[in-house]
């Protein structure tokens, strides 16, 4: 199991874990140790009090992380990815789409009633041959 976070989350982790601190627009994805059955996006912008600069933010480490799953991922795994909802969430629920079988859209129930973050899940990776 591997994570990628910008900052160290100073945090025990079993044996099987490694996190390592690095940006997700920077890292090359061939360097990430896959492929993986899963890849999960937690990544949020830190909040402005803008809210369409941060829900924009939110959309592009959305379409990074899923830049990255392209390389790491295996053939039929998943997907999932936090995004503040806005304006662009259907271009990217669209780019998810393109490259796997079912799109789903939650919100756990655990969200609080202000928030508008969602999760968008890919379900079966259909990696473009070329
Ligand atoms: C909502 S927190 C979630 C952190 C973690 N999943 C947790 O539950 O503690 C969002 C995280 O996204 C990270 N993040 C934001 N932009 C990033 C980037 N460009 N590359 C890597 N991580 C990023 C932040 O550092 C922050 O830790």
Do not use: W
Not at 99 to 127: I, M, N
Request: proline share 7%.
């Amino acid at each position: 199991m591997l994570g990628i976070d910008l900052n160290d989350p100073k945090v025990t982790l079993p044996p099987q874990a490694e996190i390592r601190t690095l940006d997700a627009f920077q890292v090359d994805p061939e360097t990430l140790d896959g492929p993986f059955d899963l890849v999960i996006s937690d990544m949020a912008p830190k909040t402005s009090g803008q809210r369409h600069a941060d829900q924009y933010r939110s959309y592009e480490l959305v379409m990074r992380a899923l830049e990255l799953t392209k390389t790491v991922l295996k053939p039929g795994g998943t997907f999932v990815a936090k995004i503040f909802q806005g304006a662009e969430f259907e271009e990217a629920r669209d780019a998810i789409r393109e490259v796997f079988g079912k799109v789903r859209t939650l919100r756990p129930k655990a969200t609080r009633d202000e928030s508008y973050e969602l999760f968008l899940v890919g379900l079966s990776f259909q990696p473009v041959t070329t």
